[in-house]
């Protein structure tokens, strides 16, 4: 295939965060989706990695590969005792230890556009607008030109800046896609990667259902509608595909559990000389948990694995499994780790270590949703739409794997990105004897 007719293919992704099964009824009737739906293949059951975190998604999303293939295994690098608000995240090209298709399809000479791209600061995207956050007394505007593109960012700013108040939604979502809409337009990239995550936020803060999720769905539609339409302005539309892909789902959660509060009430973290210490920690995944144990103290791991096994064996801890390392290579999780923790549903872990140990959220009248919980997790999965000129109409995929994203973009595109655990899924293709496998 030529470099010509490579550089004339578009691929639009939408991540739609927190965009799962339970939501597709209703996202499913709506006006923009439905188009794209009756022009192309889908599914309900996109399969996720562990844990359900957006930014080890994410990660898999651009490489095609596990977690313990690329590296980032949470959205935080760890680091206890450090309020959440003040921790730093996974924010850069630099923390994936794999190749990303977003790189390879720039150095085919292809451009590229992100905004709020988890995991994207400091790459090789061209317009690029990363998911990037001040702490402490950092300037937000200073971190954003410093780890994208200054020129594009700023540009954007100007344009659209006055419609976005700070992270509130669903202002937040509107500056994304009008920041979107300017790009196809005008720089017509052949990979924008959109990062959208009103629905998450709301089912975070709300909960799963009520009129709340049915209006987050409502507005994300009209943005699909945006993005339509720009292409169409931009005299791409046969040249196109989009992507829409939701990267977890999300469960309600009633009980906050504090492990960390279990292991300072038996010594395993403490304080020393006005400093707080651990020997065993526990780092929260929402509805998963990493078990981190200080190197050389194998003591310290065995008295925390019997105290988990403890609380295990009583239901009000919430702990509906404790993975080894055979569980976690089935699972493809990062070798480092040794143990995790499983939550019911109903459940969810946090870091807090002076807090009681369970907290019921109802009876603090908190309504909270989270994600993290392992893939295999019953009626779990996410949503997948693939709808373009050369895409298969109205064709219901089966079990695909949120790995077989980066794959599938490099097929339409015309590179080859096989080199990675994940499948194209050529399925989707009208003309597969054209397309490269």
Known sequence: MSSKSKNEKHVIVISYDAFSQDNWELASQQPNLSKLIRNGAWTTKVKSVYPTL??????????????????????????????????????????????????????????????????????????????????????????????????????????????????EQPYLDDFSTMCAVDTIKTKKPNLLLLHLIELDDTKHALGTKGPHIEQ???????????????????????????IVVGDHGQLDVRYKVHLNRLLRDHGLIYEENGEMKWRAYVQGAGGAAYLHIREGDSEAGRLALELLEQALAQDCYGIESIFTRDELDSLHVDTAFHYMLEAKEGYAFDDAYNEPIVVDLHARGIKYATHGYSPNKPNYTSALVISGEGIESELQLGEVEVIDIAPTIASILGIDFSACDGRALTEIFKEKSKILL
């Open 54 to 167: 957006t930014y080890v998604i994410h990660a898999s999303y651009v490489t095609g590969m596990y977690p313990n293939k690329h590296g980032v295994y949470h959205n935080n690098p760890f680091q206890p005792f450090v309020p959440e608000k003040d921790q730093e995240w996974h924010w850069y090209r630099s923390n994936i230890g794999a190749p990303t298709v977003f790189d390879e399809v720039a150095r085919q000479g292809m451009k590229v556009a992100g905004i709020l791209w988890p995991v994207s600061g400091k790459s090789s995207i061209h317009y690029n607008i990363p998911e990037i956050k001040a702490i402490k007394n950092e300037n937000q505007a200073l971190k954003i030109l410093k780890n994208g593109s200054p020129v594009y960012s700023v540009s954007m700013e100007l344009k659209y800046g006055r419609y976005r108040k700070g992270i």
């Open 216 to 242: 987050a769905i409502c507005r994300m539609d009209k943005r699909i509608g945006d993005l339509m339409r720009a292409v169409d302005e931009a005299g791409i539309r046969d040249k196109t595909t989009f």
